[in-house]
């Protein structure tokens, strides 16, 4: 396993983390959430991405009972509010009064006394940014959470957060969390510039485009039953982002490059995205343990100048 800073700031995470939306607390029953952490860890894996909003709370819930099995000062616990956890008119957005309470609520659910990243969700036109900026730096002075960040905020934002963090005097966001992948590189043109002028690190989710690059769907047919793009309840964004028989057949090629190499379409594809420079970790999502051996291995995988290149050509920039 990798390790790399978080952008400028001194926390080192693994270029692989354990992601949790729409499995753990899901999806996936307690005993293989257990064994997929265990093999994590036991992997190298050093961190853990989450969010209040996955499953109302309960994947929370969940890992907050599985990592009690392990010493909190080993692994660094990632967070997120911004999205509806109720009905009141103040249960959802960045305002100090709900990051306030969710951060407490989080830590609950956690069973910790500190969420070592905590990430604004998306952005909250509706709330001041240096109301939002200045609950973050509170919270941090009272030790419950160690930095901050973002999720899918414009360049333009987060130069905004940074400067004015500065201004106030408050701790700026240390990471962002983007969409990325060979068949989403938005983040190329001015997020991933932005961040590096600025000292963010990127922990990037959706590295395998909800599971089309891993090259398991076959162009002309109909996805296999079992798969995520065959279950209505969590197929939404891959039919609508990547399903599309071009991007079909491009997986198909991106495996038959990846096993010239050794690797499967998965590792080559979390590979790519670790040869940017403005990447610190690629997310891995999974149902259970198999395909998290696969992708550990990503960690390692060396990607050649001319196939990175040749990748670069065939998934050209969005």
């Known amino acids: 396993m990798q390790y790399r800073q978080l952008g400028k700031w001194g926390v080192r995470l693994s270029t ?8 753990i607390g899901m ?3 307690d005993d293989t959430s257990r064994e997929c952490i265990k093999f994590a860890f036991d992997s190298g894996v050093n961190w853990i991405d989450t969010a209040n909003a996955y499953n109302m709370g309960q994947a929370e819930v969940t890992l907050g009972k599985l990592l009690a099995e392990y010493d909190r000062d080993d692994f660094v616990l990632l967070t997120k509010v911004w999205a509806p956890m109720g009905d009141g008119p103040n249960d959802r957005g ?4 709900h990051v306030f309470e969710q951060c407490h609520a989080s830590l609950q659910r956690l069973q910790t006394d500190y969420i070592d ?20 730096d509170d919270l941090a002075r009272r030790g419950e959470i160690l930095y901050w ?13 940074v400067d004015l963090a500065a201004l106030m005097g408050c701790r700026p966001p240390a990471v962002n969390q983007p969409r990325y992948s060979l068949m989403w590189r938005v983040p190329e043109a001015s997020v991933f510039p932005t961040c590096l002028k600025t000292g963010l690190g990127n ?3 959706s590295p395998l485009a909800h599971g089309v690059l891993t090259g398991k769907y076959a162009p002309g047919e109909p996805p296999p039953a079992g798969t995520r793009a065959a279950d209505d309840t969590q197929n939404e964004i891959i039919m609508d982002l990547y399903w599309t028989d071009e991007n079909l ?4 090629r991106l495996r038959e490059m990846a096993g010239d190499l050794g690797l499967s379409a998965a590792q080559l594809a979390m590979a790519w995205c670790l040869r940017h420079q403005a990447v610190t970790s690629v997310i891995s999502g999974v149902t259970k343990v198999a395909p998290l051996q696969d992708n550990v291995v990503a960690a390692d995988a ?16 969005s």
């Open 117 to 136: 990243i905590y990430l604004c969700h998306r952005p909250d036109p509706d709330t001041p940014l240096e109301e939002t900026i200045r609950i973050m």
């Open 302 to 317: 060396e990607v050649p100048d001319d196939v990175y290149q040749a990748l670069c050509e065939m998934f050209p920039e």
């Open 27 to 29: 999806h996936v029953d």
């Open 94 to 97: 960045l305002s100090a009064k």
């Open 149 to 161: 960040g973002v999720s899918e905020w414009p360049a333009e934002l987060i130069q905004e957060a």
């Open 249 to 252: 057949r491009k997986a198909q």
């Open 203 to 205: 922990v990037v989710f």
């Open 16 to 23: 692989i983390g354990l992601g949790s939306y729409l499995t």
